[in-house]
């Protein structure tokens, strides 16, 4: 299974595969229809409590922000739990998110933690 990511505001192609929305928070200036979302998945994201406090400093944070949010995957077990939610034959999921390209974001943190979950 691959995981590869991808902004929402690209559009979407048959290539993407399962396409996953992984921000808490629904895209700005995006309607649902046209981002051809499969799932919302709201649990693969950060706790609010991180989210917001990453949100106020991104480049200063990134680093503990990282190590957090790896923890809460760990303890929550939602990678796993979504990898065995998957339908059957998926061979493709694209993690959608709304940052800018190079803002530091969970996308990376979360395509790592579901790449194990995948392996187990």
């Not at 996953?20 to 994201?45: E, S």
């Not at 949100?55 to 503990?64: K, V």
């Amino acid at each position: 299974m691959e995981f590869v990511m991808k902004r929402v505001y690209e559009e979407p192609s048959d290539a993407d595969g399962f396409r996953v929305l992984v921000d808490r928070l629904w895209p700005r200036g995006i309607r649902k229809a046209d981002a051809r979302v499969d799932l919302w998945a709201k649990d693969l994201t950060p706790s609010p409590g991180l989210r917001k406090w990453f949100h106020e400093d991104r480049e200063g944070r990134f680093g503990d922000f990282s190590s957090r949010y790896a923890a809460e995957l760990r303890e929550s077990g939602a990678p796993e739990s979504f990898v065995k939610s998957l339908p059957e034959g998926t061979e493709r999921v694209t993690l959608l998110f709304a940052a800018k390209a190079g803002a530091p974001n969970h996308v990376g943190i979360l395509k790592e933690a579901l790449e194990r979950a995948a392996k187990k």
